[in-house]
């Protein structure tokens, strides 16, 4: 279970990253592959991010 969180969450980064960047190629990237479910998941979770980061700012 480990390994595969930790992969959910590299692609949670990759597509909040590709989505402050406007990187539409990188962000279809991020979630290529995953199952409807698992790609709504981390859409969420990388949207969070994004709401985040335009009221806090960068790390």
């Keep these: 279970m480990t390994a595969a969180w930790r992969e ?13 960047a406007g990187d539409e190629t990188a962000a279809a990237l991020a979630v290529a592959g995953l ?4 790609r709504a998941r981390v859409a969420g979770r990388a949207r969070l991010i994004v709401a985040w980061h335009r009221f806090a700012g960068e790390d």
Excluded: H, S
């Design 8 to 20: 959910e969450t590299g692609r949670v980064d990759a597509l909040a990253d590709a989505l402050l």
């Design 35 to 38: 199952d409807d479910a698992t």
